[in-house]
């Protein structure tokens, strides 16, 4: 039963993803005075892609075949890993663990990274130099973050950690783990890919330069992976700073989708405030912001307050 | 048992006889060679659990004693097995050094070397440990020098030298062990009654002489040098199991001293120092040997965190923590084996199709060699620690002791598993960055140099075959984590206090397999209810905004690292050149990295020997009446001690 719960959750997160990409480009038109897409959008291009021909470099390898696969079966493994429709008694325990789920992320950017180089396609390949230089960045921000929340309730296991904080043993009344959630949430939007870290709709020269190759349905599998990826990181950041839910199964996932949905739109708020920021200059100094928070969180739980 | 080392030992002798017919000598050294670690193999997994003991027969000067408990089987084992893969590799892989070097001396080093390493492992005295040790190492230099060419023998010095600081404070460190115990038998050595300050400084000699052989921060200077001019196959030794040999013995020796916490702060922060700076050179370098080699640093400071946890789980009384602690770092050491030989031996594969190390010259390497290729890419997933690989197996286990140690209350405790933690996650980070360029820009995309892959063929089964093994480990070493840790548990438990774990709170790889398997089968799923379109892709030209591509646009391995040398450059010195002669002519660009450390602690060392044996050259003028007065003088001053001192 479990199992079937655990393929709702997935198939009903790609099936919902869509809609709230939809809300935020839509919104992001209003934003900038234009009228912009209808919020069924990205139904549509997903529609449209499926039915178009591939395309492939004539460089391309193997790589470039299965990446598309590899990249969506990582990262709905990353969204599997999220406890949502399931808890601390099922199968899906041992699986569900903090580490899994930042090795699985690396996963994706490993074969993200070795994608762009097989296309040689010379985007591509920037695109997945920033992805790994923006993955260095944000990996040692979140690692100390999750160090507090992981130190502080003793475990690595996700449904542990959420059960602690939905009985009131651990939560925000410990100054540590307030403070973390802060940065975290920040690399969260970091890892999203959104403005001033990146644009993912259309800037070639930025990460998404990887996919520049990629065209009919393989695009529409990795644009299906790309935000069932910024689904589990904002759901990674529910999980461990906001996961107080519903006792029932399909209540949890109603509530958690509609959670991420309201961040992710929420996140064009910030995407349309500023300018992007350069690789070298802009990116370090605004990721030394996270960086300074994370540490005093750290510094917070070594001294034991 | 003792047949095992006296056939190793025969067939290097027999190697050696067969010096006038070198390719016979090649096949009956390799071929017996691997035949025998074969065999050694099964011997010592069949014998895990028990104590075997032996003298050498004969008349001898003295007469040591060879003794194998359950942790020395193990890591025979291990060096069997992959001097098994390696020997059969070498079978075929060394016809590539016939014009180089007498291939029935390889052939000879090769068996000496293993014998060597089986050797070490199993005596159990202070003067054939030493003996051996020094053998090794001097093996192993010559292994090097096989590979002779321009800046070789600066390179052996340079191993040899840093090998030579550590075997002296190793020295220091077994006598005085030695003295205090009042036996040169290390079954004496168990009840040692040393002072507190005594067994700290017995742990950092210990620690220098051990963690400068195993490639530790900051001795990691002859990491890249050694390994990047061995043949393949000695490097896959030397970095699979050579330095295994030094962490055995660490284990060994330490275990011997009274347990303070303090040890597992030196190693905890020794060993986040390695993982960070190993890999972060591993990133910048272009050469992918010797990406490969700084890795070993990377590899060899998880280890030595899974060890800090465990001795600080021993010297603050909690067994549990030490048993996971040494569970890691046992994992972590059969693990870093497999894969670190199986890179090194494909990076033999890529060397002999390309004759090249530098990446910016390599590329679409997979349209060669598939195959080698694609094991490649399994032994990058493994060092990179992604699930469900072996390296993720024993990477979780190392977090878990972590963890456990970081919840422990202290400040200092606390400071050091965080720290700890940082480094393996970050230096996580940066070991996929590492390999998925490693990998990305030798293997695909097109090649950048037209040369460097126009003769490059698939290597023969024969070397595929070894290859394919190890890859095989590498999943099922991950796959199978719970049956490795109930081994290592039962190893590990013959030498700590009693304790248990509890293994349902560990992670499961199989579900992982599992839910990954079933993820996979949602986009086909997908695709047929949505009927997208299936024709074949159409080939095009990579899109380069308009212009006409030219494989010079894709991104190199010096470019792809372009950010975040920039970001580090207050650790990474590098210097970029720009050479243009003419508005038509190629741009040359040099880039040289300057290992900080090398600069800083290294450099002016040696620049300071080198005055003082300046100055001390002044004595040598080479006038035999100098040397006369020298002598006289030498016996005023005897005359003048014996007088007032005796």
Redesign the interface.
Known sequence: MSFLYLLLQLISAILVAPLFDGIARKLRAKYQSRIGPSIFQTYYDLFKLLKRGRTKSHSASFIYQIAPYLLFVTTAAMFCALPVTYGSDSIFTKFSDIFVLIYLAALYRFIFIIAGFDTANPFAGVGSSREATVGFYAEAVAIICLIVVMLGSGSSNLPYIASILREGNYGYFVPSYAIASTAFLWVMYVETGRKPYDLAEAEQELQEGVLGEYYGKDLAIIDVALMLKQFSMLGFFLILFEPWSFENPLLALALFLSEIGVLYVLAVFIDNFGPRFTMGKGMRTSMLFPLGIACIALMLYIIGV | MQIIYTLFLLTSLLSLLLYKKPLLAQKVGFGLASLLSLYAAIFFFSNLHETLTWKLPGNFISAPLFRLDSLGMLFSFLISLIAFAVSLYSFDYVKFYEKKANLAVFASLFNAFILTMLLVIASDNVFSFMLLWELMTLISALLILINDGKGASKNVMIYLGIAQIGAFCLMVALLIMASFAGSFEFSGFDELGISFGMSLTLFVLLLIGFGSKAGMFPFHVWLPLAYCQSPSNASALMSGVMIKVALFAFIKFALFLPHTVEFGYILLFFGALSCVFGVLYAVVSNDYKASIAYSSCENVGIIFLGLGGAFYGLGAGLPSIALLGFIAALFHIVNHAVFKSLLFMLSGNIYTATLTRDMDAL??L??KM?IT?IIF?VA??SI????PLNG?AS??IT??TM?LG??E?G?MS??FF?LA??AL??G???A??A???V???I????PRDDKSIQNAKEVSTLMLLPLCLLASFCVGLGVFMGDVIDVLSKIVLSFIPATHFNQ?????IP??VI??L???M??FV??YL???????????????CGFIYN?N???GSN??????R??LSFIFRYESEMKMDGYFSKVVYTKKIHDFFWDKLYEPIIRLVMIIADKIGIFQNGRTNFYAGYILVYLCLVIIFAYYYL
């Not at chain 2, 990179?384 to 699930?387: N, Q, R, S």
């Open positions: 590329g679409g997979h349209t598939p290729s890419f990058a997933l990179c620690a992604l699930p993720f990477e979780w977090y878990k963890l970081g919840l209350e400040v606390r400071f965080v933690i940082i996650g970050v996580g980070a940066l996929v960055m390999f998925s360029k990998y990305g820009a293997f695909l995309g097109l349902d709170e560990f992670v499961s579900t992982v839910v990954m079933l993820c996979s949602v986009p997908l695709f949505f009927k997208s379109n299936n024709t074949p892709s159409r080939i095009t030209e990579p899109w380069a494989k646009m894709q991104i470019s792809f690292t372009g950010d975040i920039r970001a």
